[in-house]
């Protein structure tokens, strides 16, 4: 029977996604099977026509309807900062706490020596071009707190070193409502060394 | 921005999918956007594509490619057992469990009066037709061991008595509160081979 056959390759195509397993695929697919007009339809659609659309930004690496994304052409958010992150999701993530009025970098991963992951394949030219042409004046490096986005947070930092910008990072320390017995030692010590006057 | 817009409708109906919520979504989007031509695009196409061909078993409520399932449609499968479960999950599990080789009837859920869900909701009376003149033996209730699984198993009980047909039920060794879809192979094994006269 092929719908059946069908019906598996949905599945196991569902159970790749990351967060999900062959069980909880296979309740999302019976879901859909159940709520076929009104989801799985619908869903099919909105996910082909998001396939269609989306486009890298040639600028920042952001998701993009055309070439550049409404963030790099929307003129107010030009006011000379760049916040380089790792991933559309830490761009997602920064968009979503609405605090940050400049553009974004995507460098889209952390430099890996072990899998080849170099410089060119991080965005990480295309970045030195961005500070000398777009009237750059702070670039904020808000990568991961781990040791492969420290690392590639140095690197970007050496790089841009001679171009003169000022390059900042965001502070470590404990996060608002964070509770200092579920804190790690890292955390702690870098909370503790950056300490503020109160 | 059309694109942002039509990413965040795919995000939220990637949500609304049991087992998955905002943040599982977003993860989920964002893999498939890194991955528009070997998994976004043909996730879309294999969703289209089982949506549309997909039907409902007229004899037995199974999926199916057309008005039968393959079930149903296979002679070897006629063999004068069928084992009434709630749910194609349900189904799925005891085709994965290799254990049986009848037939079925998927009720489609279980009574509920509060929730206006009657006998012929659950697709009782065709139960009963098919008793009639598929040449039945034995019906097997494996519903759910749950109370409102088991108050639908002794109305259907009840319901097939006049016709004589033998009536079981899956024996203890699936848990009280289990549900048919958790269980491993071997336990609905052993509830299937020792199962009781209702
Ligand atoms: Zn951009
Ligand atoms: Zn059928």
Redesign the pocket.
Known sequence: MDTQEDIERLIEAMARLPGLGPRSARRAVLHLLKRRDDRLLPLAQLMDKVGREVRE??????V?AGD??????ADKRGNGQICVVEDVADLWAMERANVFQG??H?LGGTLSPLDDVGPEDLRIPRLRDRVATEGVEEIILALNATVDGQTTAHYVARELEPTGVAITGLAQGVPVGGELDYMDDGTLRAALSSRRKY
């Open positions: 930004c040639l600028n920042c690496g952001n993009a550049i994304c409404a963030i790099c052409a553009r974004y995507v």
